[in-house]
């Protein structure tokens, strides 16, 4: 029982930086800025929930989609590993990383009825970045408890992106550009060292023999 707490929360701090709700909420801002409060409550749901089921598909099928296309743990986990560290490296430039959305892809959202599920559910929330990290805890969890205890830390993931999105307007006035600057450069750092324990993970399964050396 230990293990499994000690996983899931090391899963959700994981999950919430790579993430990171407050990074979204300029581009949430901007896409609903004309909606009412029950309209903008309703997408932070739908943007909340698509972030779960991503996820969790992801989670669940990993090792499905490693076995079919040949693609080994160790490979994937040092893959991983550097397109997390990218992604951490534009958070803590304080910059939108491309890998989550561009600037083309939130210019066309503005013309859509409900961005909850695209771009702020795909890929805003739940990017490339955030898929590989709960594929890759996935893979790491040996146990049933453990794999349990990554859903429940799915769940509260997405709990707590729903909460800041209902609330981006709130925050946003009581933190500013500077206060969100400052929460996307903890977070990168807190992605580039998750970052770094995926590549040597993943340098340590392929090369056996570097783990006996001491």
């Given at each position: 029982m230990t293990s499994a707490l000690t996983f899931g929360l090391g899963a959700f701090a994981s999950l919430f930086a790579i993430v990171d709700p407050f990074a979204a909420l300029p581009v949430f801002i901007a896409l609903t800025g004309r909606e009412t409060d029950v309209r903008r409550r309703l997408i932070a749901r739908r943007a909340a929930m698509t972030v779960f089921i991503v996820l969790a598909v992801f989670a669940t099928c990993g090792q499905l989609l490693f076995r079919?296309?040949?693609?080994?743990?160790?490979?994937?986990?040092?893959?991983?590993?550097?397109?997390l560290m990218g992604v951490a490296l534009d958070m803590m430039g304080a910059r939108q990383s491309s890998t989550k959305t561009t600037p083309?892809?939130?210019?066309?959202?503005s013309t859509k009825d409900d961005v909850g599920l695209v771009p702020v559910g795909i890929p805003l929330l739940s990017g490339?970045?955030?898929?590989?990290?709960a594929m890759l805890l996935a893979a790491r969890a040996d146990?049933?408890?453990?794999?349990?205890?990554?859903?429940?830390?799915?769940?509260?993931?997405a709990l707590v992106c729903f909460l800041v999105l209902r609330s981006a307007t709130v925050i946003g006035r009581a933190l500013g550009h500077t206060g969100m600057n400052v929460i996307n450069r903890v977070m990168g750092l807190i992605l580039a060292?998750?970052?770094v324990e995926f590549f040597l993970d993943g340098v340590k399964l392929a090369l056996p023999g570097l783990a006996r050396v001491r």
């Open positions: 079919f296309f040949g693609i080994s743990v160790a490979g994937f986990k040092i893959a991983g590993g550097i397109l083309g892809e939130e210019e066309e959202a490339p970045g955030a898929i590989a990290s146990t049933i408890p453990e794999k349990g205890a990554l859903y429940v830390a799915l769940l509260v993931v060292s998750v970052a």
